[in-house]
């Protein structure tokens, strides 16, 4: 079925919170699949014309020794059907800032594209209320013969704004993307960092109602990264809506107040971006790291949990299995305990507490404890790595993850929302 907009402009001072201002339901989109059968090579134009003119001098009795001789009775490429999405169905809130994560694959860009108006579904329906800005690739909508300054102006009358409102916003949207020297350039030659930074500027400043944001803004800089991520934060808390797809979860987490999981064209789960980060992070992790030694390289072979029944009042306990393929001295093992979205908490390894890894070739194991009441009922994402004298031979993150449950004793027991991450023993004085 069609995409179905709704163009009437959103007063945003006006509308309640609670307007939903995209609706999606029983959506899906399919590809067709062309796949060329065993030993067939790709074929030009010139190939086709040559094997038509064959075909005519040979006659039929040519399909009749080739099929006699075990050949293809039809030949050619086959076909299928590919599902990108399928039966996705949700509502977004006007103001609301929505989180869209999941692999590679997953479908998030195809969803972005159709609620883009740049492809059509081939199933279910669409609703959008208010004009929408869509940044989902490097230059989206920048024509590369012109130049920056063309650019905005173009860009922004595509978004439906008058002239007078482009202008109103020029110098405030020159000064974001820091492009000033090249404003009268051609963007051509633009590198994809000041690509992304005009681009973003004109999306995020010409006040559309909808914000569309790809992982694109993964080309910019550190620096204009967090200041994009606080254009957003304001361009949110004004009342307009914002779609997020990225695989930086922190980004994620500290930007959307709900977030969607894709798997395979499917919705697999919708709540609170802290929950969705951690059922996600959980699935990409697996319960635990196995893999044969092989190389000449000092290698983390495996890292297990030694109890399913993990609580915040017992000791956690990771088994760590490594390989040396020769005698090497001062190789030094760590395990490091991170958040769902990659920060680390705190590392160890046996040289912290007095003991020599080994240095003898063949494979080793080791046992890392932490101690009861240091976690809370947190999920947390083990890394494991093995390197000498600062040089990495082999760093696994996710190597596993785990979620301890709160314990019925210990000294914060009562406490389920406690914030932070771990326990800390610290020590008060009382000086009264």
Known sequence: ??????????????????????????????YRIRHQQQGMRYKALRDVLTDKARSVVRGPWSAVRSLWSGGPVVRGPSTEDFWALKDVSFEVHQGETLGIIGRNGAGKSTLLKILSRITEPTEGRVRIKGRVASLLEVGTGFHPELTGRENVFL?????????????????????????????DTPVKRYSSGMYVRLAFAVAAHLEPEILVVD????????????????KMQEVSRGGRTVLFVSHNMLAVQKLCSRVILLDSGHIQ????????????????????????????APQI????LLTDALRTDAPVEIMIEWFLPENMRNVKVGVGLNTPDGQRIFDCGPEDIGLKTPDTKGSHKGLFRVPPNTLLARHYVVSV??????????????????????????????EATRDGLVHAKCEWLDLS
């Open 155 to 183: 860009n922004g009358a595509i978004l439906g704004m008058q002239r007078t409102e482009i202008r109103q916003k020029f110098d405030e949207i020159v000064a974001f993307a820091e492009v000033e020297k090249f404003l």
């Open 301 to 304: 072979t495996a890292a297990s």
């Open 269 to 296: 789960a919708s709540g609170s971006a802290s929950e969705i980060v951690a059922e996600y992070i959980a699935i990409k992790a697996g319960v635990a790291y196995s893999r044969p030694p092989k190389g000449n």
């Open 215 to 230: 992982e694109v803004l993964a080309v910019g800089d550190a620096e204009f990264q967090k200041k994009s991520l606080g």
């Open 385 to 414: 790595g093995i390197w000498k004298d600062g040089v990495s031979f082999d760093h696994v993150i996710p190597a596993l993850t785990f979620a301890p449950q709160a314990g019925p004793s210990g000294p914060y027991a009562h």
């Open 1 to 30: 079925m069609a995409l179905v907009p709704v163009n009437e402009k959103l007063s945003v001072t006006k509308a309640t919170v609670s307007e939903i201002v995209i609706s999606v339901k029983g959506l899906g989109k399919k």
